[in-house]
């Protein structure tokens, strides 16, 4: 099994797809990655070789910021946002939609299920 990055990569999937499988890697990212080290995107993962998978790594340590990192500076910017108080900071502090989608309606996931009780039958009087 190969690993990079601290993510066991899929054997048989090939290199541009298993590379998605990083956080902060999509398959436009995984190409030019691929590109910049000189490997063909249609060979299998199990078919790479030691000095290839170094290759991967090694742009992915230079020109990228994946994983732990990635998540660590996102989290940072969210609580930045909170702690000054802008609109989107207030949003992620109320658990609610952050980009302007309607929640009237919508947002299940985000503000939770249903929890109406409204016209809830009662047990019939004898």
């Known amino acids: 099994m190969t690993r990079i990055a601290g993510v066991d990569l899929p054997k048989n999937k090939r290199v541009e797809i298993g ?5 902060g ?3 436009k990212r995984a190409k030019k990655i691929l ?4 490997i063909n995107p249609e060979i299998k993962i199990k078919e790479l070789k ?3 998978v170094i290759g991967i790594r090694d742009v992915l340590n230079n020109e990228y910021t994946i994983e732990g990192d990635l998540k660590r500076l996102e989290s940072l910017n969210i ?3 909170m702690e000054i108080g802008s609109y989107e900071g207030r949003r992620h502090r109320l658990n609610l939609p952050v980009r302007g989608q309607r ?5 299940r996931t985000r503000r939770g299920g249903k929890k109406t009780i409204a016209g809830k039958k009662k047990a019939p009087r004898k």
């Open 19 to 23: 590379l998605t499988y990083i956080y």
């Open 25 to 27: 890697i999509g398959i």
């Open 35 to 38: 590109q910049t080290a000189n």
């Open 50 to 52: 030691d000095d290839q």
């Open 79 to 81: 609580k930045r946002l």
């Open 103 to 107: 929640t009237r309606t919508n947002a």
